[in-house]
C-alpha cells in the first residue's frame, strides 16, 4: 500500500498540498518523530493519515489522540468511512475512566482523549508493545492548565514505556522547535493554508484587511451589516463572542434581520421542532434556541445539550443555518468551518487579572474556522473595535503580532499528586530515582530546566501520598532543619502502592479528593440520599459549584437545619474559610436532590440558573464521583453504605425517586415512562408480568409494550433491580 497516494485517493484529492509536501519531504515516512506546525485548515489531519497508514502497513498500531470528545467522534467517522473498506478496523475510546477496554487490541487506529489514553495507561494495556505511532493533535494545548498535564504526561509515559513514534500537529507557535527539541522529533514549520485567509480590523465604518482590502459597513450596526452582506453572497458566517447570554441576544437580533425563502423556512421550522424537543422538558433556552433557528441562526455554547449542539452543527455544514453565535469553545472544538468569521469581543475576564486581551494563539484559532476549503477561494476574520486606539492595538497585537509560546502547565502540585500515584501505582517509577527520572524527561523539565525545584515538589506530594495510606515508602523518617527540603532528598528510597492507592488511581480522582471521600464514609451508617450528595458536591471535581445569591441563604439555611444531624461532611464554622464552599455545597446538593426527584430540566434552569449542558456535565461528575465512593466503601468493606450510595447513583442517572427504580431498568423506559407506568398502577416487575401486553401498549404504546414483556420473558438476561432492592 502507498500511504501517500491511498490517503490522497480516499480524500479525493489530487496532489499534496506545500505543508503536506514539505512534512514528506522532511521525513514523514521514516522513523523520526516530527512537530508540524501550521495554521488552522492547512491540510495537517492528511498528514496524520499518510503517517498512520504507513504505520499501519508495518503491522503497527495508531493511537490518535485528541484535546476533546466531540474531535475523537468527528475523527473516528471520518476515518471510518474513508478506511474500513481498505480492512483498517477504527476504535474509539473516550468513555469509561475505569476500564482498559481490552477490545481495542482488535483494532488498527485507536482514536480517544488524553483523559482517556492516561487511563488507559494507569489499567495496563496488553497491546502498547504494538503501537507504532502517537498523534498528538492540537499539541499545543500543552499550553492549558486543564488539558496540558495530561497530554504531557502521557507522551513521556509512552516514549518511556513503548517508545513509539510521535507525530504532534500544532496551531502556529513561536517555539515550536523547543517543542521539537524536547520530542527529539524533525521540526516542520509552514504558513499556507489552501483557502487564502484576509485578517481585519473593523473600526467604525470600515473593515481594514491583511492582505490590504477593505469591507465598507454601516457604522450604526456594524455587526448585522457584515452579517446581511455575507448573505447576500450566499455565504454563511460564525460569530464569536465572550459569554453565553450575548450569544443568545446576538442570535436573536441576527435573525430578525434575516429573509428567507418558503424551502428554508420549512427546513428550519423542522430543525426548530428537533431542537425544541431534544429533551424531555424543554427550557426556555430551548425555546429561545428554536425561536432563533426558525429564523435562520443559532446560538452555540456548553449550557446546551449534547443533541442539541450536534443538530446545529449537522445543520450549518448542510448549510441549513446561515449565521451561529457561539462561545469561543467552538474554536477549539470541531471542524465547522464558515465564509467570514466575526470576533466581536477581544477580551474576556480572568479571576487573576481582571478583563484582559485574549491571547493571540487563541484568537488565530477562531481566525482559522474562516474559509471552506471545498467552497471558498478565501476567508476573511473580522475583529470588532469599538475606539481608534483599541483598532490600533488590535491591528498591531493580532494582525501583525506572532503568537505566544507555549509553557508547560506540569510544575504545580495539585496537578503533580494524581499523576506520582498513577506512576507509582502502575509500577513505572518503583523508586524516588526513578519517579525523579520520568518527570526530568517531562517538557517541564525540559522548558525551565529546574531539576531542585522538581524534587522538591515531588517530595511533598510523595509525603502526602504517604500521609494518606496510598503509597508506602523505605524512606528513613528523619528531621530537617529546612521544611522546604527533607532531609531524606539526597537518598534513594522505594516507592509502592497500597491496594486502596491503587484503586484512586485506576478511578482516576484527584487523591485529596479520595481522601476527604474516605474520612467521610468511616462511621457512616445509611446515610441519606442527600448526605451522599452533599459529600461529593464538595469535592475538587465539582468546581466550580453552584453560586450563591442573596435570596438562596434561607433555603440554605433551612436544609442546612433539616440535614444538620444527618450530614457526612459536619458544618464548618461560619467564620472559616471553607463556609462558603459549605454552603454552595448544599445548594449543588440540592440541585441534584431535585433532579433526582424529578424535576425537568425547565425546573432546574428556572430554580437553579443550570442549563441544560450544564446540567449534564454536573450530573456525568456525580455519576463518576458516586461510582468512585461505591468502589471505595467496597474496597475498604462498608457494605451497609454501598446500597444507598447505589440507589443514589441510579436515581440520579436517570432522574427519579426510588419507588420507580424497579421500572427505570428496563431498556426504553426512562423516567417519564416509569412514570406514567407507576401512576397507571405497575409499579413492580410483578405488575408488569402480569398485564396483558395490549393494555400496557395503551400506557406506552405498541413497540415498548413489546419490547417490555421480551425483556421479562428472557430468563437471565434481564438487568432490573430485584424487587426488595428498588
Known amino acids: 500500500m502507498d500511504p501517500v497516494r491511498t490517503a490522497l485517493e480516499k480524500s479525493g484529492l489530487e496532489k499534496l498540498n506545500p505543508v503536506q509536501e514539505l512534512a514528506l519531504e522532511s521525513g514523514l515516512l521514516s522513523n523520526r518523530n516530527m512537530v508540524v506546525a501550521a495554521p488552522t485548515a492547512s491540510g495537517k489531519t492528511l498528514i496524520a493519515e499518510i503517517a498512520a497508514l504507513d504505520a499501519i502497513s508495518k503491522g503497527k498500531k495508531v493511537v490518535y489522540i485528541v484535546p476533546l470528545r466531540s474531535l475523537a467522534s468527528e475523527k473516528y467517522e471520518e476515518f471510518k468511512e474513508k478506511y474500513e473498506p481498505l480492512g483498517i478496523k477504527t476504535a474509539i475510546s473516550v468513555g469509561d475512566l475505569d476500564s482498559s477496554d481490552p477490545w481495542l487490541g482488535r483494532y488498527d487506529i485507536i482514536i480517544t482523549t488524553s483523559e482517556k489514553a492516561d487511563s488507559l495507561l494507569r489499567h495496563g494495556i496488553p497491546w502498547a508493545d504494538s503501537i507504532g505511532l502517537v498523534i498528538a493533535d492540537e499539541i499545543h494545548l500543552l499550553d492549558s492548565p486543564n488539558r496540558g498535564p495530561t497530554l504531557e ?359 485529596i479528593t479520595a481522601d476527604y471521600l474516605i474520612q467521610h464514609l468511616h462511621g457512616a451508617e445509611k446515610p441519606a440520599a442527600f448526605a451522599v450528595l452533599q459529600m461529593i458536591s464538595n469535592t475538587l471535581e465539582m468546581r466550580p459549584l453552584l453560586s450563591m445569591k442573596k435570596n438562596d441563604f434561607p433555603l440554605v439555611n433551612e436544609l442546612l437545619i433539616e440535614h444538620e444531624n444527618n450530614l457526612l461532611q459536619k458544618p464548618p464554622n461560619p467564620w472559616d474559610i471553607e463556609y462558603d464552599d459549605f454552603l454552595r455545597s448544599i445548594k449543588t446538593a440540592q440541585m441534584f436532590s431535585s433532579w433526582g426527584n424529578e424535576a425537568g430540566e425547565n425546573k432546574i434552569l428556572e430554580d437553579f440558573n443550570v442549563t441544560p449542558g450544564e446540567l449534564r456535565a454536573r450530573l456525568d461528575n456525580a455519576d463518576w464521583l458516586l461510582y468512585a465512593t461505591q468502589e471505595l466503601g467496597l474496597l475498604l468493606g462498608y457494605m451497609d453504605i454501598l446500597k444507598e450510595v447505589r440507589k443514589t447513583r441510579i436515581r440520579l442517572q436517570y432522574g427519579v425517586r426510588e419507588e420507580l427504580l424497579p421500572l427505570v431498568r428496563l431498556k426504553g423506559i426512562g423516567r417519564v415512562r416509569a412514570r406514567m407506568m407507576y401512576d397507571s398502577g405497575l409499579r413492580s416487575l410483578q405488575d408488569l408480568r402480569r398485564i396483558p401486553e395490549e393494555s400496557l401498549s395503551r400506557v406506552v404504546g405498541y413497540a415498548v409494550a413489546k419490547s417490555v414483556k421480551d425483556q421479562l420473558g428472557e430468563k437471565g438476561s434481564q438487568k432490573t433491580l430485584s424487587e426488595d432492592e428498588g
Open 153 to 511: 504526561v502521557v507522551l513521556t509515559r509512552l516514549r518511556q514505556t513503548c517508545s513509539p513514534r510521535i507525530l504532534a500537529l500544532s496551531a502556529t507557535i513561536s517555539n515550536h522547535e523547543e517543542l521539537a527539541k524536547w520530542l527529539d522529533a524533525v521540526p516542520v514549520k509552514s504558513d499556507y493554508r489552501p483557502v487564502k485567509l484576509y485578517m481585519g480590523v473593523c473600526n467604525g465604518d470600515k473593515v481594514e484587511f491583511n492582505p490590504k482590502k477593505t469591507l465598507e459597513v454601516k457604522n450604526e450596526n456594524p455587526i448585522l451589516d457584515i452579517v446581511n452582506q455575507t448573505l447576500k453572497l450566499n455565504k454563511q458566517i460564525l460569530l464569536f463572542i465572550s459569554t453565553r447570554k450575548s450569544a443568545e441576544s446576538t442570535a436573536e437580533k441576527i435573525g430578525k434581520s434575516i429573509s428567507l425563502n418558503p424551502k428554508e423556512l420549512s427546513s428550519l421550522n423542522g430543525l426548530s421542532e428537533k431542537i425544541l424537543h431534544s429533551i424531555d422538558h424543554p427550557t426556555k433556552q430551548c425555546e429561545r434556541l428554536a425561536s432563533c433557528i426558525r429564523s435562520g441562526a443559532a446560538f452555540h455554547h456548553a449550557g446546551l445539550a449534547n443533541k442539541q449542539r450536534g443538530l446545529i452543527e449537522k445543520a450549518f455544514r448542510e448549510g441549513v443555518i446561515k449565521a451561529i453565535c457561539a462561545t469561543p469553545t467552538l474554536a477549539a472544538g470541531i471542524n465547522l468551518p464558515a465564509f467570514r468569521v466575526v470576533i466581536r469581543d477581544l477580551k474576556r475576564f480572568d479571576s487573576f487579572r481582571g478583563m484582559d486581551y485574549i491571547p493571540i494563539l487563541e484568537i488565530h484559532q477562531m481566525a482559522g474556522r474562516a474559509g471552506r476549503p471545498k467552497y471558498d477561494t478565501s476567508g476573511e476574520a473580522i475583529l470588532m473595535t469599538k475606539t481608534p486606539a483599541e483598532a490600533k492595538r488590535a491591528w498591531e497585537m493580532y494582525i501583525l503580532g506572532q503568537p505566544e509560546r507555549i509553557y508547560s502547565k506540569l510544575g504545580v502540585e495539585p496537578v503533580l499528586r494524581t499523576h506520582v500515584l498513577s506512576l507509582i501505582a502502575s509500577g513505572v517509577t518503583p523508586t524516588k530515582k526513578s519517579l525523579l527520572d520520568f518527570f526530568f524527561r517531562t517538557f517541564y523539565a525540559h522548558q525551565f530546566k529546574d531539576l531542585g525545584h522538581i524534587e522538591m515538589m515531588l517530595e511533598r506530594v510523595v509525603d502526602m501520598l504517604e500521609g494518606f495510606k496510598f503509597i508506602i515508602t523505605s524512606k528513613e523518617k528523619t528531621s530537617s532543619n529546612n521544611p522546604f527540603r527533607p532531609a531524606s532528598m539526597e537518598k534513594d528510597y522505594s516507592l509502592a502502592p497500597t491496594r486502596i492507592g491503587k484503586r484512586v488511581s485506576e478511578l482516576y480522582i484527584d487523591p
